[in-house]
């Protein structure tokens, strides 16, 4: 009699095609937490304009001067913003509130040659807009001796 054969049980096409995602398994999306991770994180484009590298962000609502804080440090750009606002109606025979919030924070990595002491940022219309200086570094190359043993 021939030997039975003990196999892995296959996963569904679904389940593959979301795994290969670079993307969390459907069992975690379910977790609460990480869409609260995903749903802080402030959504940016970045692009190159000339020699500037420039980086923008919608944030309406926002005062520039009370709820954003832009850093540089150690080649990284950081962004932090936070969103508060409160709505209080009181009408005959009955009163509504309500009220937004919450904080969005992004680093992004700042490319070589990038001069951190010129970083500029305005605010206008609910856009956020960060340049940043980039100078075509040369890349040096250095021979690197192999030695036999």
Not at 97 to 126: M, N, Q, W
Request: hydrophobic share 30%; proline share 6%; charged share 40%.
């Amino acid at each position: 009699m021939a030997d039975i054969e003990k196999s892995e049980p296959r996963e569904d096409w679904l389940t593959r095609w979301f795994g290969e995602w670079p993307w969390p398994r459907w069992t975690e999306m379910r977790r609460p937490d990480l869409w609260s991770r995903l749903a802080s994180e402030l959504r940016v484009e970045e692009f190159r304009d000339g020699d500037q590298l420039v980086v923008r962000a919608e944030m309406p609502g926002i005062d520039p001067d009370k709820d954003i804080d832009i850093h540089v440090s150690e080649h990284v750009l950081s962004i932090r913003a936070e969103r508060r606002s409160d709505t209080k109606t009181e009408e005959k025979g009955g009163y509504r509130s309500e009220f937004h919030y919450g904080s969005f924070t992004r680093a992004i990595r700042l490319p070589s040659g990038a001069d951190e002491s010129d970083v500029k940022a305005t605010y206008k219309d609910g856009i956020l807009e960060v340049r940043v200086p980039v100078s075509e570094a040369k890349a040096e190359k250095t021979k690197v001796p192999i030695d036999r043993g």
